[in-house]
T-cell receptor, first 115, second 111 residues
Framework: GAGVSQTPSNKVTEKGKYVELRCDPI?????LYWYRQSLGQGPEFLIY????????DSGLPNDRFFAVRPEGSVSTLKIQRTERGDSAVYLC?????????????FGPGTRLTVL | GESVGLHLPTLSVQEGDNSIINCAYS??????FIWYKQESGKGPQFIID?????DKRQGQRVTVLLNKTVKHLSLQIAATQPGDSAVYFC??????????FGTGTLLAVQP
């Protein structure tokens, strides 16, 4: 079956611009996660949704970052006034249930480059 | 604080040999550990997991060992193949669902 998909695969933007990154989780998965991965590092947690609501947004670095999941399926990560330090691969994952021992399946990521 | 780290950043093995990738963690509250494989340009791919009430778990060609006394996790890959070449991450999940990853080990399989 289809895995987690993310669009776009690559995004190049200029400093100060606004970007939106989209995640389509595996069908039927109730939990959705966003992570950010810098070159040579492991993914870092940003935010986690249970259904439509953000259950944990403690990883969002500042108020320029925001994510939504209005219908409990597709999620959008929004970054305002982008900075060069925001350049990274943004990964989305989903799991079937909210259990902390449920496998998180990752998408291919969106590579964001801020010039 | 919470952290998961790896002992070896790069591991080079011959095709057909067994590989062992190690990971240390600092937070004893961890109750779920996972190994992911990440190939260049792709997202992390689940390999195997283990809960804190277990010491060992086996999959197809892979075995994960958990030593809670010394807070150490290892991934063993039997008969390593060129397709196993990738970066391997250990991760943990505690009371919350967020995964905390280590920095990764690059496994290079020589033909």
């Amino acid at each position: 079956g289809a895995g987690v998909s993310q669009t776009p695969s690559n995004k190049v933007t200029e400093k100060g611009k606004y970007v939106e990154l989209r995640c389509d989780p595996i069908s039927g998965h109730t939990a959705l996660y966003w992570y950010r991965q810098s070159l040579g590092q492991g993914p870092e947690f940003l935010i986690y949704f249970q259904g439509t609501g953000a259950a944990d947004d403690s990883g969002l670095p500042n108020d320029r970052f925001f994510a939504v999941r209005p219908e409990g399926s597709v999620s959008t990560l929004k970054i305002q006034r982008t900075e060069r330090g925001d350049s990274a691969v943004y990964l989305c994952a989903s799991s079937l249930t909210y259990s902390n021992t449920d496998t998180q399946y990752f998408g291919p990521g969106t590579r964001l480059t801020v010039l | 604080g919470e952290s998961v780290g790896l002992h070896l950043p790069t591991l080079s093995v011959q095709e057909g040999d067994n590989s062992i990738i190690n990971c240390a963690y600092s937070n004893s509250a961890s109750d779920y550990f996972i190994w992911y494989k990440q190939e260049s340009g792709k997202g992390p791919q689940f390999i195997i997991d283990i809960r804190s009430n277990m010491d060992k778990r086996q999959g197809q060609r892979v075995t994960v060992l958990l030593n809670k006394t010394v807070k150490h996790l290892s991934l063993q890959i039997a008969a390593t193949q060129p397709g196993d070449s990738a970066v391997y991450f250990c991760a943990r999940s505690g009371a919350t669902n967020k995964l905390i990853f280590g920095t990764g080990t690059l496994l290079a399989v020589q033909p």
